[in-house]
């Protein structure tokens, strides 16, 4: 039988072991969440790390192409920095896309808090705009509007896309064209799906056949002669971790 003195010694050591098997287990834990977010592309609770992938537009608007389709797609795909004029207007940048995507959400005509109505000639050039780029990568949509100018799905890429289109056509319909908008809104959608535009643009790339969005992409860009070598390179090993998609569909 123990004494009382040597029931509280043990009872203490008994204590101390579990608070070491506790902080122990506490230790591999964070360990193994740390690994996962690695994985996933995500770091410090951000929504992901593309930060050695990031490419910044030029003054003039355009991106820099070096004749490698791997280095071109991921060029082509992830911007970051403001966007000229609406950028600070909005206050996003390419870089918080999650947040960018809550701002410009909030104009889509037809689930928007902040809806912008159009008419008339706008609603034509919203619609042309609409009708020629999808959030296909998360609910399959064909295109973000139907041929009337309603949304075709309600997911939150399409939402901010459509309200992006909405703004730019209400607020600065005499600075960007269909086109340029369209280049705006592919933009956006790289940041949303890096993983499977970078695929999609270096596959067009190879191919020469390009669908309207990333069409928008190259719009006044003096495309590289792709050798035959560069046909069906690999991507750069580090996409493999990049997220498939920001936000929630």
């Given at each position: 039988?123990?004494?009382?003195?040597?029931?509280?010694?043990?009872?203490?050591?008994?204590?101390?072991?579990?608070?070491?098997?506790?902080?122990?287990?506490?230790?591999?834990?964070?360990?193994?969440?740390?690994?996962?977010?690695?994985?996933?592309?995500?770091?410090?609770?951000?929504?992901?790390?593309?930060?050695?992938?990031?490419?910044?537009?030029?003054?003039?608007?355009?991106?820099?192409?070096?004749?490698?389709?791997?280095?071109?797609?991921?060029?082509?795909?992830?911007?970051?920095?403001?966007?000229?004029?609406?950028?600070?207007?909005?206050?996003?940048a390419f870089d918080r896309a999650a947040a960018a995507m809550n701002a410009m959400k909030v104009f889509d005509p037809t689930y928007g808090s902040q809806k912008i109505t159009l008419s008339g000639a706008d609603l034509q050039r919203y619609t042309d705009v609409g009708l020629r780029i999808a959030c296909e990568f998360c609910c399959g949509a064909k295109a973000l509007i139907d041929k009337n100018g309603q949304a075709a799905?309600?997911?939150?890429?399409?939402?901010?896309?459509?309200?992006?289109?909405?703004?730019?056509?209400?607020?600065?319909?005499?600075e960007y064209t269909n086109d340029e908008i369209l280049?705006?809104?592919?933009?956006?959608?790289?940041?949303?799906?890096?993983?499977?535009?970078?695929?999609?643009?270096?596959?067009?790339?190879?191919?020469?056949?390009?669908?309207?969005d990333i069409a928008a992409l190259v719009l006044n860009l003096k495309l590289p002669k792709y050798s035959a070598s560069n046909v069906g390179a690999p991507l750069p090993s580090e996409i493999k971790d990049l997220p498939s998609m920001v936000g929630g569909c």
């Open positions: 039988m123990l004494d009382l003195r040597q029931e509280k010694s043990l009872f203490f050591f008994l204590n101390l072991g579990l608070i070491v098997l506790i902080l122990g287990l506490f230790g591999v834990n964070q360990i193994v969440m740390a690994k996962t977010m690695n994985a996933m592309g995500m770091k410090n609770n951000s929504m992901f790390n593309l930060s050695s992938f990031d490419k910044s537009l030029n003054k003039d608007g355009t991106v820099d192409l070096t004749g490698d389709i791997g280095k071109d797609a991921v060029s082509l795909a992830l911007f970051s920095g403001q966007p000229k004029i609406y950028g600070a207007e909005l206050n996003i799905c309600g997911c939150a890429h399409s939402q901010a896309m459509r309200g992006l289109a909405a703004y730019l056509i209400q607020k600065h319909g005499a280049r705006e809104l592919a933009r956006w959608k790289g940041r949303y799906f890096p993983k499977q535009m970078i695929k999609k643009i270096s596959e067009q790339l190879q191919s020469g056949q390009y669908t309207p």
